[in-house]
């Protein structure tokens, strides 16, 4: 059974810095998409950014520029250095994985498994 775990949220001041994590310990990712996505309150859950299984990144357009995916399949992690913070950034980030997610954008209902979040939040 595949269980993300994502951690490394927490408070950030607008220009600072955040990376993310997400892990599935004992579960082998190699082969699959990995994605993040993220929900602030009263908003739909967005995607940010994919990395497919032969590691091409997708960014949605507030992310190009200031975010950075990356995965290591050594370690079954994959991460989300998130730089220029904005207040506008805050919200619950989740991570996801799908077979054949990410080949063609980022896109929710192409993962098949969720992580359960981590809050970021963005104040002076």
């Known amino acids: 059974q595949l269980h993300l775990v994502e951690s490394g949220g927490g408070l950030v001041q607008p220009g600072g810095s955040l990376r993310l994590s997400c892990e599935a310990p004992g579960y082998g990712l190699d082969f699959l998409g990995l994605g993040w996505f993220r929900q602030a309150p009263g908003k739909e859950r967005e995607g940010v950014s994919c990395?497919?299984?032969?590691?091409?990144?997708k960014y949605v357009d507030f992310a190009k520029g200031r975010f950075a995916i990356s995965r290591d399949n050594a370690k079954d992690t994959v991460y989300l250095q998130m730089n220029a913070q904005k207040p506008e950034d805050a919200a619950v980030y989740f991570c996801a994985a799908g077979l054949a997610a990410c080949d063609h954008g980022i896109s929710a209902p192409e993962y098949s498994h969720w992580g359960q979040g981590t809050q970021v939040t963005v104040v002076y």
């Open positions: 990395i497919t299984s032969g590691g091409t990144t």
